[in-house]
């Protein structure tokens, strides 16, 4: 199974910038693919940005042109790092692993932006 760390998160004002890490206990190159949800209390978990072994990407509409999903395949890393951050951004974030037929989470990372 695949174990998921994530990093990153904080307090930032509207308009800043965070980056948040994921770091797998297995080669990214071997996932099918990685992606970053959120999850607001009392609320669904979204998928905010995925990217495929293959290299494609998926943006939830609200973020696109904001948040830009990468990977580090050396460092067995994905990233998102996530600009022009609004308030309605603020969510726990969660990093997502799918091997196969399974899937798998990270514990979460706290975001919160202030207006």
């Known amino acids: 199974q695949v174990q998921l760390v994530e990093s990153g998160g904080g307090l930032v004002q509207a308009g800043g910038s965070l980056r948040l890490s994921c770091a797998a206990s297995?080669?990214?190159?071997?996932?099918?693919?990685m992606g970053w949800y959120r999850q607001g209390p009392g609320k669904q978990r979204v998928l905010v940005a995925r990217?495929?072994?293959?290299?494609?990407?998926n943006y939830q509409d609200s973020v696109k042109g904001r948040f830009t999903i990468s990977r580090d395949n050396a460092k067995n890393t994905v990233y998102l790092q996530m600009n022009s951050l609004k308030p309605e951004d603020t969510s726990v974030y969660y990093c997502?692993?799918?091997?196969?037929?399974?899937?798998?989470w990270g514990q979460g990372t706290q975001v919160t932006v202030s207006s």
């Open positions: 997502n692993a799918v091997w196969g037929d399974d899937f798998y």
């Open positions: 297995e080669k990214i190159a071997s996932i099918n693919a």
């Open positions: 990217i495929t072994s293959d290299g494609r990407l």
